[in-house]
T-cell receptor, first 110, second 113 residues
Framework: AQRVTQPEKLLSVFKGAPVELKCNYS??????LFWYVQYSRQRLQLLLR??SRESIKGFTADLNKGETSFHLKKPFAQEEDSAMYYC????????????FGAGTRLAVHP | DTEVTQTPKHLVMGMTNKKSLKCEQH?????MYWYKQKAKKPPELMFV???????INESVPSRFSPECPNSSLLNLHLHALQPEDSALYLC????????????FGAGTRLSVL
């Protein structure tokens, strides 16, 4: 069965520290992986997707098929990065389901 | 208009009431979704509509009845709900050219008394 695991419920760092939010997935085919973010009092929005291979707001994520991981990284955290981050998986064919991980709350302290 | 709009923002209803949630988008997206999100949990997919036809029903109880009257509008009709149905209900849509990218509305916070 398809599954997304985010092992940390809360990640607390100081401003300027590196950040890595972990995501592992379980899927036998070719998945598409995403990171969605929900800032306080804002709607859930796409942060980045693995096939675009871009950096958004300083965040990057690389799909590692061998380790079935899609960790989100940022070298220097900012206070405005504080939010709930969800890793999500979609699989091929039609208009697809998004399967979300449980989410990690990132708290960046001054 | 580049947003998914959900109304109402908040809804309180009794277990015998009938109410409806509304979702609109004018981005030309042809897939629309309903999710349920309980507090401190991730969104869980309920229904998917593709070209106004129901394509996925994630074994949702019949007290939730979706409707897609046209390509811009998605409704969720509620009847005889239970207190455990209290949650944030999210609508999303996705474009044909990037069907795995979903754009979410702000949600309707539903309380069932």
């Amino acid at each position: 069965a398809q599954r997304v695991t985010q092992p940390e419920k809360l990640l607390s760092v100081f401003k300027g520290a590196p950040v890595e939010l972990k995501c592992n997935y379980s899927y036998s085919g070719s998945p598409e992986l995403f990171w969605y973010v929900q800032y306080s009092r804002q709607r859930l929005q796409l942060l980045l997707r693995h096939i675009s291979r871009e950096s958004i707001k300083g965040f990057t994520a690389d799909l590692n098929k061998g380790e079935t991981s899609f960790h989100l990284k940022k070298p220097f955290a900012q206070e405005e990065d504080s939010a709930m981050y969800y890793c999500a998986l979609s699989f091929s064919g039609g208009y697809n389901k998004l399967i979300f991980g449980a989410g990690t709350r990132l708290a960046v302290h001054p | 208009d580049t947003e998914v709009t959900q109304t109402p923002k908040h809804l309180v209803m009794g277990m015998t009431n009938k109410k409806s949630l509304k979702c609109e988008q004018h981005m030309g997206h042809r897939a629309m979704y309903w999710y349920k999100q309980k507090a401190k949990k991730p969104p869980e997919l309920m229904f998917v509509y593709s070209y106004e036809k129901l394509s996925i029903n994630e074994s949702v109880p019949s007290r939730f009845s979706p409707e897609c009257p046209n390509s811009s509008l998605l409704n969720l009709h509620l009847h005889a709900l239970q207190p455990e149905d209290s949650a944030l209900y999210l609508c999303a849509s996705s474009p044909r050219e990037a069907k795995n990218i979903q754009y979410f509305g702000a949600g309707t916070r539903l309380s069932v008394l």
